[in-house]
């Protein structure tokens, strides 16, 4: 299950070297890049668009944190995004009430401002909720691990949501 940290040599953990990260995958893409095998048999082509798709998918979830913790977690048999998996903590449900009609609010209201501010209250949540998933791995935590994960899918949205809004 460790296909993607191979490919990328990286170790299989949450924390990486973003740099070695970046560095490894404009290597691969260009070494395998498609149109470097315009002139090669069909079988090569089809080979090296095969390969283009695996290092983007591979890089797609190595660089995004959320989705390399569920990746890790998947090599310990625990999907994270399983729909049966919707309970969260009830502060956690609260706030995201209260993000939700932070968001509607500013929209309404056209409030680049309270967009602006919005977006950095949960950029310092999801700092913090990166920090717990770490601890999370470190400790061999996984159940706490794929929790961290479904809030972090959550952040994400709500982040998403907001720079559509902004404009950002």
């Given at each position: 299950?460790?296909?993607?940290?191979?490919l990328?040599?990286?170790?299989?953990?949450?924390?990486?070297?973003?740099?070695?990260?970046?560095?490894?995958?404009?290597?691969?893409a260009?070494?395998?890049?498609?149109?470097?095998?315009?002139?090669?048999?069909?079988?090569?082509?089809?080979?090296?668009?095969?390969?283009?798709?695996?290092?983007?998918?591979?890089?797609?979830?190595?660089?995004?944190?959320?989705?390399?913790?569920?990746?890790?977690?998947?090599?310990?048999?625990i999907?994270?995004?399983?729909?049966?998996?919707?309970?969260?903590?009830?502060?956690?449900?609260?706030?995201?009430?209260?993000?939700?009609?932070?968001?509607?609010?500013?929209?309404?209201?056209?409030?680049?401002?309270?967009?602006?501010?919005?977006?950095?209250?949960?950029l310092t949540?999801?700092?913090?909720?990166?920090?717990?998933?770490?601890?999370?791995?470190?400790?061999?935590?996984?159940?706490?691990a794929?929790?961290?994960?479904r809030?972090?899918r959550?952040?994400?949205?709500?982040?998403?949501?907001?720079?559509?809004?902004?404009?950002?």
């Amino acid at each position: 299950m460790s296909q993607h940290f191979d490919l990328f040599q990286l170790p299989a953990q949450f924390d990486i070297d973003g740099n070695a990260l970046e560095q490894t995958y404009r290597v691969l893409a260009a070494r395998f890049h498609p149109d470097k095998f315009a002139a090669a048999s069909s079988f090569e082509q089809k080979q090296a668009v095969m390969m283009a798709s695996q290092i983007n998918e591979a890089y797609r979830v190595l660089k995004n944190p959320i989705d390399r913790a569920a990746y890790l977690l998947q090599a310990h048999n625990i999907d994270a995004d399983a729909p049966e998996h919707t309970h969260f903590p009830p502060e956690f449900l609260m706030q995201q009430m209260e993000w939700r009609e932070a968001l509607m609010e500013a929209q309404a209201e056209q409030n680049q401002e309270a967009l602006r501010n919005l977006a950095e209250e949960i950029l310092t949540v999801q700092s913090d909720l990166f920090s717990n998933l770490q601890q999370a791995f470190t400790e061999q935590n996984y159940p706490q691990a794929a929790q961290q994960v479904r809030q972090g899918r959550f952040l994400d949205k709500m982040l998403r949501e907001i720079h559509a809004a902004d404009g950002l």
